[in-house]
């Protein structure tokens, strides 16, 4: 029997936004990154269009979608020669995060490396097959352990760190000389801002070979679809063969109309570009602010998060931050790296941004 799986971390922090509640002008809920955005019109009229969908649609997805797929990893992320066939969609990114070990038929024994600061579905995920979990940036600090799948998040989320793409590349040679497959979340790729995004099937980084290496993406922040649970996953065509085998048994199916709205989405960038720029000036001013209360921001080239500290336990940022009536996530639910730092989600509204940012300056001027 596999041990117990941990508290929903989120549901720590319901005295926190009590207290952040209280403020006389509203909470600003920076603490979870849900967009607040339009589901942008030419994916809202696509949905609309495939709306009369009495049939069941296929696991792997539409032809069209996987094309749209494939040509996406190619025209945004610099990845060629993707096969339509080494991709299928996934009910969002999360539910595959968490059933990718056991879609991989791992189980106690095997281990699940995973990223020191981590969102914590790698590990929940690695717990419900009966995994070990190792949390390390560094595979130097592993031994002779039985690893068989290594999680790489570029931009991280929490931490927002880029990696670079010699570093990914010593992670793949490290993983292809022990069998072991990578999977590379990259859900943020389209959020690079003081550095650039590398995908972990970016030639640079493979060799041109997407052998023992997959790559899962969400439209979710990229295109504000969070409520449509729309994903996919690509890289090694056996694996992604193998994968869909098992989801065809499970029943994991997007449905056909989000399927068509994924197509659309997929092959439209000027939404994705508009939308960044909303984010990009919601970081510019939450991270003026949070810099000019004396905070501390590290990391944070890429994602839609500011890795922020006051050199405290983070627990007590947390409620310094809902004195003020904005409520933002402590590090160490990411792990026991984050101890010191909070997480701030630039995905509110650009008024609740605003109101955020006038609380905090307020504090320096009457410091």
């Known amino acids: 029997m596999r041990s117990p799986l941990p508290d929903f971390p989120w549901d720590r922090l319901l005295p926190d936004k009590q207290r952040a509640a209280a403020h006389p002008d509203g909470i600003v809920d920076l603490s979870v990154g849900t967009p607040v955005d339009p589901t942008p019109e030419v994916v809202q009229q696509a949905l609309a269009r495939a709306a009369d969908s009495p049939g069941y649609p296929t696991t792997q997805g539409t032809q069209e979608l996987r094309e749209a797929a494939a040509g996406y990893l190619h025209r945004r992320l610099g990845v ?29 024994g095997d281990v699940v490396v995973i990223p020191e600061a981590a969102y914590p579905t790698y590990a929940v995920g690695a717990q419900i097959a009966g995994c070990t979990v190792v949390a390390t940036d560094s595979t130097v600090a592993l031994g002779p352990e039985r690893v068989k799948l290594v999680w790489l998040n570029s931009p991280s989320n929490p931490t927002g760190k880029i990696f670079p793409a010699d570093h990914l590349a010593k992670v793949v040679a490290w993983a292809r000389e022990r069998g072991a497959l990578v999977a590379s979340d990259e859900c943020y790729f389209e959020f690079g801002w003081d550095a650039r995004p590398v995908s972990v099937l970016d030639p640079e980084v493979c060799g041109g070979s997407h052998e023992g290496l997959i790559a899962v993406h969400s439209l979710s922040k990229r295109s504000n679809l969070a409520g449509y649970r729309a994903g996919f996953v690509a890289g090694d065509s056996s694996c992604v063969q193998e994968l869909l085998g098992v989801r065809k048994h499970a029943g994991m199916i997007v449905p056909g109309p989000v399927q068509a709205a994924m197509t659309a989405a997929l092959h439209d960038d000027a939404h994705a570009d508009e939308q960044r720029s909303r984010y990009a000036a919601r970081r510019d001013t939450l991270r003026h602010a949070f810099e000019s209360a004396g905070f501390r921001v590290d990391h944070s080239q890429g994602s839609l998060y500011l890795w922020a500290t006051r050199d405290e336990p983070c627990a007590d940022t947390v409620r310094w931050c809902a004195d003020r009536g904005v409520l933002v996530t402590p590090g160490d639910f990411y792990g026991a790296a984050g101890a010191r730092h909070v997480r701030v989600a630039f995905t509110a509204t650009d008024e609740r941004v605003a109101a955020a940012a006038t609380r905090l300056l307020a504090t320096r001027d009457l410091a």
Do not use: N, Q, R, Y
């Open 80 to 108: 060629p020669g993707v096969s339509p066939d080494a991709v299928i969609p996934t009910v969002g990114s999360k539910e595959f995060v968490a059933w990718l070990p056991t879609m991989l038929g791992l189980g106690p």
